[in-house]
């Protein structure tokens, strides 16, 4: 089944949100097609909880004409001007004339030995399965990894109840001085830094710190922290650690967009390198929620033939630039953080390979070839990034290491005729080898 | 049991589980103390990313085995399954 859109947004995060809205006012046929069950994206999870950005941007969205795909996955693009997605179950074509991509962001996860354990997750990630529904008072959580996502967290698991028992920044104290220094020109973030620091009163804040080891039988119990060579331990019920976060390059980089040190590269108005497909947010450069609405507003815009009103707001997006380096600067992770992986620690846990078998290899090519790291159900979305700090490995051979589909889904969702099935033992993933899945 | 108008009751490995709606079948999963899944050399795994990219919260779901428990929510007698 077909279904044709003059633009077609992918990511219903605070972008795709903006980039829908805005092209919807100008009477075309505007699709909005986003994998999880509700829109909102990472940042937006959970209605409860909303900003007033957030009650702002969904109350146009819900007001507006656009076509919503919410619980669909964009998988592949069989051919120029259509995608290929799966929705349900089922796979449905997505024919458009301009492609908005607003795919977002994911957090860089750092390998150490016991991170597989259950219940060490990433900081966003713990924060996302609390907003989709798991109660957190009194449970007692390190937070740790590095940049502002942290604060966010912790201030948030604090409201729930939670207790934080610590906030470990990797990041040396001069170097989030600096960072500091830049937010004093944005007086929201300063107002929203003081808030998360009177929710998280009572926590240790500590800079340079991060987690060496996580312990339990099958689950954390303790995770050990250390600090200028001194270690301690913690007990807690939750690790939440993530080092920054990376973009979602994989449909980008398949439908041939240029990259730029390691982000979708675009012009004034948020066109990529390949003509009819813009890009806003994240992908772009890491860089907030008020940053990723302008640029969907843009690309709104600019997508609806809309120019002159697009290049207007395109100054104010130059002026909020200087976060995204600062940013950047703000999270460089300390090399001190590559030796924390022993020989043993599992950098790929989909075909758990470890650190050990990895870094006999030149590169990600090689290595995937031969120890079958970044061929499993993530298709290198975890261990990717983390190679790519460990071992210094080519963040494009990386990305460019990605083939369609870019999400793993049953073979009968695959082939033209749809008609390729095998019940026999639940459906066929293509895109993924399950063979040696204990599942 | 007492039922709320706003909750739902599904099954986690036989364990039966009311959560509030909205809830995730991952945070159901928490909740009821399961593991996600074994890994390729059988370590127990739970949601990493909670965001749909890590793939460790798949998890058999009315039958449908690889579902990623954290974009699916839960749903009145719904069976969820894991090894």
């Known amino acids: ?29 505007v699709g909005l097609v986003d994998d999880n069950p509700d829109a909102g994206g990472q940042i937006w999870r959970g209605r409860a909880t909303q900003s007033a950005a957030a ?37 449905r074509e997505l024919s458009y004339g301009k492609l908005i991509l607003a795919t977002g962001a994911r957090e860089r996860f750092l390998p150490f030995p016991g991170w597989t354990l259950p219940n060490v997750m990433g900081a966003g990630g713990l924060d996302a399965i609390v907003r989709s529904g798991l109660p957190v008072a009194g449970k007692r959580v390190v937070v740790a990894g590095t940049g502002p996502l942290l604060l ?28 500091g220094a830049h937010l004093i020109r944005e007086p929201a973030k300063v107002l929203q830094g003081i ?49 920054h976060l990376v973009p979602n390059l994989e449909l980008p980089v398949l439908l041939g967009c ?33 940053l990723a609405l302008i640029e969907g507003e843009i690309a709104g815009l600019a997508a609806a033939g809309r120019t002159h ?43 758990d390979v470890s650190f050990g078998k990895l870094r006999e290899h030149a590169n990600w090519r090689d290595a995937k070839l031969q120890t079958r790291c970044g061929m499993g159900s993530c298709q290198g979305r975890v261990c990717g990034a983390a190679a790519e700090f460990l071992f210094g490995w080519d963040a494009a051979q990386i990305h460019s290491s990605i083939r369609p589909p870019v999400f793993p889904v049953p073979v009968s969702n695959l082939g033209a005729t749809g008609k390729l099935n095998c019940q026999d033992d639940g459906p066929a993933m293509a895109g993924t080898s399950q063979s040696k899945e204990v599942e | ?63 449908v085995p690889h579902q990623k428990s954290c974009q699916i929510l839960c749903a009145d007698g719904m069976m969820v399954r894991t090894l």
């Open chain 1, 1 to 29: 089944m077909t279904e044709q859109f003059d633009i077609l947004v992918v990511g219903a995060g605070p972008a795709g949100i903006a980039a829908a809205v805005s092209a919807a006012g100008a009477r075309k046929r």
């Open chain 1, 258 to 290: 240029s990259l730029e040190s390691g982000f979708v590269a675009t012009d004034d108005v948020m066109r990529t390198s390949v003509a009819n497909v813009f890009c806003a947010g994240e992908p772009t450069g890491i860089g907030g929620v008020e």
């Open chain 1, 55 to 91: 009650r702002h941007w969904i109350a146009r969205l819900d007001g507006s004409s656009v076509t919503r795909l919410q619980g669909c996955r964009v998988f592949d693009a069989p051919a120029k001007g259509t995608l290929r997605a799966e929705c349900g179950g089922d796979r």
């Open chain 2, 1 to 63: 049991m007492h039922e709320l108008a706003n909750s739902v009751t599904l099954t986690v490995n036989d364990i039966s589980v009311t959560v509030a709606a909205g809830t995730t079948v991952a945070a159901a999963m928490l909740i009821a103390g399961v593991s996600t899944r074994r890994s390729v050399i059988g370590e127990p795994r739970g949601p990493l990313c909670g965001m749909g990219i890590c793939f460790e919260c798949r998890a058999t779901i009315d039958g």
């Open chain 1, 195 to 243: 808030e998360y620091g009177w929710a998280t009163r009572g926590a240790r804040f500590q800079t340079g710190c991060w987690p060496v080891e996580a312990h339990g039988s099958d689950k954390l119990e303790t995770v050990i922290l250390e600090q200028n060579r001194k270690q301690w331990e913690e007990r807690c019920d939750y690790l939440a650690c993530g080092f």
């Open chain 1, 152 to 179: 966010a967290v912790a201030a948030h698991l604090a409201g729930r109840g939670a207790k934080i028992l610590a906030i470990c920044e990797q990041a040396p104290l001069r170097q989030l001085i600096h960072f």
């Open chain 1, 309 to 351: 009103e697009a290049e207007k707001l395109a100054e104010s997006r130059k002026q909020r630039l200087g976060f995204v380096c600062a940013l950047k600067h703000a999270t460089v992770l300390d090399p001190r953080l590559k030796t924390i992986a022993k020989d043993s620690t599992l950098v790929c846990r989909c075909e």
